[in-house]
């Protein structure tokens, strides 16, 4: 059959113009199928006056993370005294001597919404999750250097000096777990849902209906991480006072802005540099003060001194 031009032209443009419509649309559309929207930030709520001591999250952290036993205490019960390189997470009990109440508290990593362990990481091993706000911590970055154990105000970051390969060991909220859709172990093992796990808002949130429901209960009517060092993903209600539990008043400022200072002189490395020329010129000094000293001992014994 023959076809004329004007058929053949339209079919060309019939079976071309999808084509190029597709190869121009799909990309977006993937694109747009792909690329997640920003997160908010998680975290957990942690209510004193709910938890019961049972230690059922110490040992869900521990499954979840495959860390080892930690039995140093008697040798046979996992009962770990504070955090270390074999615990990410641990109940404590606060006992006044006194009749004030007593309290149990969770300790883990706050998860700072600015971070002075990750301000620290001089290769930055440890980094903040732009999503979620986790701090976590790069095995392949990380010096041992243990910078972050010192400028950790909770005294949460640890290191494995028992190893050979050493890791820093902290909470970072079962990231994998996380990854496939579970919530952190710890919380989802919870029997009075002491622990919660959540968008740090919706906790928040939660946290000051808690406290509006019942203003005696809890102390100073305050929420702990609130506004502490910047602000916390991990925050706490209490009935005693949060320092007696553990939780140190770090002010409202973010810990690494307190450190500006130090920024400046370790900039292009001033402060090495400057010490590196004090202990220079006190050598030289020293040694100009030793050569002085043997010509005037040679001249009045008149032998040569033999340094």
Same mark, same amino acid.
């Given at each position: 059959?023959?076809?004329?031009?004007?058929?053949?032209?339209?079919?060309?443009?019939?079976?071309?113009?999808?084509?190029?419509?597709?190869?121009?649309?799909?990309?977006?559309?993937?694109?747009?199928?792909?690329?997640?929207?920003?997160?908010?930030?998680?975290?957990?709520?942690?209510?004193?006056?709910?938890?019961?001591?049972?230690?059922?999250?110490?040992?869900?952290?521990?499954?979840?993370?495959?860390?080892?036993? @930690?039995?140093?205490?008697?040798?046979?019960?996992?009962?770990?005294?504070?955090?270390?390189?074999?615990?990410? /997470?641990?109940?404590?009990?606060?006992?006044?001597?006194?009749?004030?109440?007593?309290?149990?508290?969770?300790?883990?990593?706050?998860?700072?919404?600015?971070?002075?362990?990750?301000?620290?990481?001089?290769?930055?091993?440890?980094?903040? @999750?732009?999503?979620?706000?986790?701090?976590?911590?790069?095995?392949?970055?990380?010096?041992?250097?243990?910078?972050?154990?010192?400028?950790?105000?909770?005294?949460?970051?640890?290191?494995?000096?028992?190893?050979?390969?050493?890791?820093?060991?902290?909470?970072?909220?079962? *990231?994998?777990?996380?990854?496939?859709?579970?919530?952190?172990?710890?919380?989802?093992?919870?029997?009075?849902?002491?622990?919660?796990?959540?968008?740090?808002? @919706? =906790?928040?949130?939660?946290?000051?209906?808690?406290?509006?429901?019942?203003?005696?209960?809890?102390?100073? /009517? *305050?929420?702990?991480?609130?506004?502490?060092?910047?602000?916390?993903?991990? !925050?706490?209600?209490?009935?005693?006072?949060?320092?007696?539990?553990? !939780?140190?008043?770090?002010?409202?400022?973010?810990?690494?802005?307190?450190? /500006?200072?130090?920024?400046?002189?370790?900039?292009?490395?001033? =402060?090495?540099?400057?010490?590196?020329?004090?202990?220079?010129?006190?050598?030289?000094?020293?040694?100009?003060?030793?050569?002085?000293?043997?010509?005037?001992?040679?001249? *009045?014994?008149?032998?040569?001194?033999?340094?």
């Amino acid at each position: 059959m023959e076809v004329t031009r004007r058929e053949a032209l339209r079919s060309v443009v019939s079976k071309c113009v999808p084509v190029a419509t597709a190869a121009l649309v799909l990309p977006e559309a993937r694109a747009a199928e792909t690329t997640s929207q920003p997160k908010a930030p998680v975290g957990m709520l942690y209510d004193a006056t709910l938890c019961i001591g049972c230690k059922a999250c110490v040992v869900a952290c521990a499954e979840a993370n495959d860390l080892p036993r @930690d039995v140093s205490l008697d040798g046979l019960h996992q009962a770990p005294e504070d955090l270390n390189a074999f615990t990410k /997470n641990i109940i404590k009990l606060y006992k006044p001597h006194d009749q004030s109440p007593d309290s149990f508290v969770k300790q883990q990593c706050m998860h700072c919404i600015d971070p002075a362990c990750v301000a620290a990481c001089p290769f930055k091993a440890l980094w903040k @999750d732009d999503e979620n706000g986790i701090v976590a911590w790069e095995p392949s970055r990380c010096i041992g250097c243990r910078y972050c154990e010192i400028a950790c105000a909770y005294h949460v970051p640890k290191f494995e000096w028992d190893m050979i390969n050493p890791k820093i060991v902290k909470c970072e909220l079962c *990231r994998p777990r996380l990854a496939k859709g579970y919530e952190p172990a710890c919380t989802s093992v919870c029997p009075t849902h002491a622990v919660i796990f959540g968008p740090r808002e @919706d =906790l928040l949130s939660q946290a000051k209906e808690r406290i509006e429901q019942s203003p005696n209960k809890y102390f100073e /009517n *305050r929420v702990y991480g609130e506004h502490e060092a910047g602000g916390t993903q991990v !925050l706490y209600l209490s009935h005693v006072p949060f320092e007696d539990i553990g !939780l140190p008043d770090v002010g409202a400022a973010p810990i690494p802005a307190r450190l /500006n200072w130090q920024k400046r002189i370790y900039k292009f490395l001033a =402060l090495p540099l400057l010490m590196y020329a004090m202990l220079a010129s006190i050598m030289k000094k020293n040694w100009i003060d030793h050569r002085r000293e043997m010509r005037e001992e040679e001249e *009045r014994t008149g032998l040569r001194p033999q340094l």
